[in-house]
């Protein structure tokens, strides 16, 4: 598997270029963005439906239309995130925290003009990565064990550290809650069902979409329902383009943070097995800690909702590196379109860059032209999304229940999970009331399946000795250091506030004199 | 000094209870599971136990604070409404279908929230259900629960 030449590359570019191949990318772009942003229908799910009907555009109009699905679906899960406090997908959990709040500020149009700024440049980094390093990268993903992962896992438990804000306590209390809940379910030694209360809907532990749901867009109605608007009173709503275009311009501000984010994804994505849900969080705890401004972080902060979207759309480029170079799926989604794929008669591998190179180059220039696309299309579909915000609640609180619930619904079908969006929806509610972390508290659940597996598994390959390998002692370390930063940067802080404090006091005494 | 002295605070007790009490019936329920299939889950139990008794010990019993502004009689209700409309959805979907049942639950949630006009919340309930309809239903064909009426299926 080696490097291509420039003729090959130019080829792989030229194909796509061809009419018949390039129409099918803003029509993608276009089903991605209005059908992703329906909460619940992730973007697994909704590549999953448009599958079968790829069989009849032949290999490369199917993976191109594909490619373009899975990043705008990515980019359009920020939308009802922002707007209702909705994730679109499990990875735009952290969007809801900064983007709902400024919709609550009157500032929904500047929120997406953020998002879709911050989303296109962490495609376009992503796309260009990708095209760039993936006939040489792809092989060190074999590197990543189960010893690897579960140090990962771990990581991404110590960036909640960062976001638990007020209480330290209940924050690692909150992330603890959500590991044990994750252990609801059949664990995968024995095959014992461990505490699914009588419910075969909670064999497999409780569904991600619904506690989602609950927690993130269901209990914000119990505070929603007693005001008149989404939009505080007294705060002016301004519409049209300019403020989205004011927020497309303000996310150019942040190009470390965009392009860090942008490499968080790429990294995470890279990883099978991972997926964007982590990568957002990691990257949404680390632009917290990097910060001159975290006590902001969570009030409607534009640096976290940076964060979290150009590292959102900048997995789909890592995530296909090992797809296209390897025949891993770094996620549901690449798993999806590997599909697609192979139904079309191409097997992704280590072959495929030497067998199918200029496609390969098509497929990846694919994804570079889609997320330049984003920057029009995702416009013009923002200004029309954020006419939400004039909707009164007495109509927009029944109508928000009612997408949670259905949401719900479309993942696995089943009436017991709209059941368990109320639920988890008044436990949210709960949580935020008291000071909790429902981050946190998410975030353990979403590992807590990958942490117990890996351990587990590096345990029985390697011993004790597994965590002691080199990746993985680099990610023990990086976690120490994520643990110990916030610590360091309040003394730091504080040793700040005490100099300024004493210059200010000599200052004064030099005034009186 | 009898004001800063520590005293139990029933509301922080709330979520430290449910956690309590879901850890209780999840040990009862995993009480035959061997050690292979639990220590994971023991270990948590242990690590969300000991988070748990800082709680206890810091905000559970602690110094009170001042009352925040509660709300307004017309808004006590509100969220118990956003609570049983859910519920009584759901339990009746399976009876009515998904059209009729997402019908009449947003035209009475629109009311009981303060949309006066009658027209207005069916006309909107009308639309929001019939989009969902078309979307979920013959789009993507999806299985919801269903309303024959004769040879009308809604």
């Known amino acids: 598997m080696g490097i291509a030449s420039l003729d090959v590359i130019l080829s792989g570019l030229g194909l796509l270029l061809q009419p018949e191949h390039l129409m099918w990318l803003p029509l993608g772009m276009l089903a991605g963005l209005l059908i992703g942003a329906i909460p619940g229908f992730n973007d697994t799910n909704f590549l999953a439906m448009v599958l079968p009907f790829t069989v009849y555009l032949g290999p490369m109009n199917a993976v191109v239309f594909m490619m373009a699905c899975f990043c705008a679906s990515q980019a359009a899960g920020s939308f009802p995130a922002i707007l209702l406090n909705i994730p679109g997908t499990p990875s735009n959990a952290p969007t809801c925290l900064e983007g709902f709040k400024m919709t609550r500020q009157g500032r929904a149009g500047y929120a997406m003009g953020l998002s879709i700024g911050a989303s296109t440049v962490g495609g376009i980094l992503s796309a260009l990565v990708a095209l760039v390093i993936t006939p040489v990268v792809g092989i060190y993903a074999l590197n990543f064990g189960p010893a690897e992962l579960f140090m990962m896992a771990i990581f991404g438990m110590t960036a909640v550290g960062s976001l638990t804000g007020k209480s330290l306590l209940k924050g690692l209390f909150s992330s603890a809650l959500g590991l044990f809940v994750a252990c609801v379910g059949t664990e995968f030694q024995e095959g014992y069902t461990r505490a699914s209360f009588g419910f075969f809907e909670l064999y497999e532990g409780f569904p991600l979409i619904p506690v989602l749901l609950g927690v993130f867009g269901f209990s914000e109605l119990f505070s929603l329902v007693g005001e008149k608007n989404l939009v505080a009173e007294g705060i002016k709503k301004v519409n049209g383009f300019g403020p989205i275009i004011e927020g497309l311009k303000a996310s150019m501000k942040h190009k470390i943070n965009m392009v860090r984010s942008g490499l968080i994804g790429i990294l995470v994505g890279l990883i099978p097995g991972t997926g964007a849900a982590i990568a957002t969080w990691v990257s949404y705890g680390q632009a917290k800690q990097w910060s001159k401004t975290p006590d902001k972080f969570g009030t409607g902060h534009d640096e976290g909702l940076v964060a979290a979207d150009a590292c959102n759309n900048g997995v789909p480029g890592g995530a296909l590196i090992p797809t296209v170079t390897l025949g891993i799926p770094g996620s549901g989604t690449t798993l999806v379109i590997m599909a697609a794929l192979m139904i079309n008669g191409v097997t992704p591998g280590p072959s495929f860059f030497g067998e199918h190179a200029v496609e390969a180059y098509a497929i990846l220039f694919s994804l570079v032209v889609a997320n330049i696309l984003l920057l029009p299309i995702g416009l013009v579909v923002a200004r029309l999304a954020s006419n939400v915000t004039s909707v009164p609640n007495k109509y927009l609180v029944p109508i928000i229940a009612l997408f949670c619930l259905i949401g719900a619904f479309a993942s696995r079908q089943m009436l017991f999970d709209m059941y368990l969006v109320v639920i988890f929806g008044v436990f949210g509610a709960l949580l935020t009331r008291f000071g909790y972390s429902v981050p946190a508290f998410l975030l353990g659940l979403l590992l807590g399946p990958l942490a117990e597996r890996n351990f587990f598994w590096a345990v029985e390959i390697g011993g004790i000795d597994s965590f002691l390998r080199p990746i993985a002692l680099v990610i023990f370390i990086a976690t120490i250091a994520v643990l110990a930063l916030p610590v360091i940067l309040a003394k730091m802080v504080r040793s700040g506030k005490t100099a300024l404090s004493g210059v200010e006091t000599i200052e004064n005494e030099d005034e009186n004199s | ?154």
């Open chain 2, 1 to 154: 000094m009898e004001k800063n002295k520590k005293r139990f605070n029933p509301n922080e007790a709330i979520v430290p209870g449910i956690s309590l009490l879901f850890g209780i019936a999840y040990f009862v329920q995993t009480a035959d599971a061997s050690w292979i299939a639990i220590k994971w889950a023991y270990g948590l139990g242990t690590l969300t136990g000991l988070f748990l008794l800082g709680i206890i010990f810091t905000y559970v019993f602690s110094i009170p604070v001042k009352k925040e502004k509660t709300d307004t009689p017309a808004n006590k209700y509100k969220p118990l409404i956003i609570l049983i409309a859910p519920l009584l959805y759901i339990a009746t979907m399976p009876y009515l279908g998904f059209a009729l049942s997402s019908f009449v639950f947003l035209t009475l949630l629109f009311r009981w929230l303060g949309g006066k006009s009658w027209s207005r919340n069916t006309i909107i309930a009308f639309t929001i259900t019939a989009v969902l309809y078309v979307a979920m239903v013959l789009l993507m064909q999806m299985s919801l629960p269903r309303l024959e009426i004769g040879s009308f299926i809604l």
